[in-house]
């Protein structure tokens, strides 16, 4: 790529960026996400995919997964009205892993083995949806858990995990794995940041 060109792609970006935010805000102006709301923004989205704009591509991922019975649930636009205010800027940058010490992530990070071991995902990722994270650990060899159990190896923290986790329906599995913490179990808490860093990808 020359520097024209990537010139001009970070132009289109930036442009998408500041209609994605001013979209964003007038969506959540109301304090929820209507159905109406979200296929209008996966339609913009699809006419916008072609910047290869991750932060586009993920998002239109993530709506499109949520569209697909052509519904939206309380928990998916609860989930989407989250995301975009994290858009805005009103949360945490976007893609901004929380670093607040009120998630109980493991200190030091734990060099995490693959092959063999149960991994369940809380929250919402950016790498993608549940289903992109599930067949990632698959073809790492790992194994996909359904809840968090005395035999889970790791739970990894979604980077759209808030500092207020335990207000919020992710916040149960998170208590149940510090639960089995105390009692001294094996199960290590990673954040998203540092799964996708010790699997490469």
């Given at each position: 790529?020359?520097?024209?060109?990537?010139?001009?792609?970070?132009?289109?970006?930036?442009?998408?960026?500041?209609?994605?935010?001013?979209i964003s805000k007038g969506i959540n102006a109301n304090g929820i996400v209507?159905?109406?709301?979200?296929?209008?923004?996966?339609?913009?989205?699809?006419?916008?995919?072609?910047?290869?704009?991750?932060?586009?591509?993920?998002?239109?991922?993530?709506?499109?997964?949520?569209?697909?019975?052509?519904?939206?649930?309380?928990?998916?636009?609860?989930?989407?009205?989250?995301?975009?205010?994290?858009?805005?800027?009103?949360?945490?940058?976007?893609?901004?892993?929380?670093?607040?010490?009120?998630?109980?992530?493991?200190?030091?990070?734990?060099?995490?083995?693959?092959?063999?071991?149960t991994f369940l995902f809380t929250g919402t990722c950016v790498y993608g949806?549940?289903?992109?994270?599930?067949?990632?650990?698959?073809?790492?060899?790992?194994?996909?858990?359904?809840?968090?159990?005395?035999?889970?190896?790791?739970?990894?923290?979604?980077?759209?995990?808030?500092?207020?986790w335990i207000h919020e329906n992710y916040g149960r599995k998170i208590e149940?794995?510090?639960?089995?913490?105390?009692?001294?179990?094996?199960?290590?808490?990673?954040?998203?940041?540092?799964?996708?860093?010790?699997?490469?990808?």
């Open positions: 790529m020359n520097v024209f060109t990537k010139y001009n792609r970070k132009n289109i970006e930036d442009r998408q960026m500041d209609t994605l935010i001013g209507d159905l109406d709301e979200a296929k209008f923004l996966q339609t913009w989205l699809a006419q916008n995919t072609e910047s290869q704009n991750p932060i586009i591509l993920n998002l239109f991922q993530k709506v499109s997964s949520m569209l697909e019975d052509d519904s939206l649930d309380k928990e998916e636009a609860a989930e989407l009205f989250s995301i975009l205010r994290k858009i805005t800027g009103e949360d945490s940058e976007l893609g901004e892993v929380a670093k607040s010490t009120n998630l109980p992530v493991c200190n030091p990070k734990p060099k995490i083995s693959f092959v063999g071991n949806t549940r289903k992109q994270c599930q067949q990632a650990i698959e073809s790492l060899n790992g194994i996909n858990a359904k809840s968090v159990t005395k035999n889970l190896d790791y739970l990894v923290l979604g980077t759209y995990v808030s500092d207020s149940k794995a510090m639960e089995y913490k105390a009692q001294n179990l094996p199960i290590s808490i990673v954040t998203e940041e540092h799964w996708l860093k010790e699997a490469n990808l």
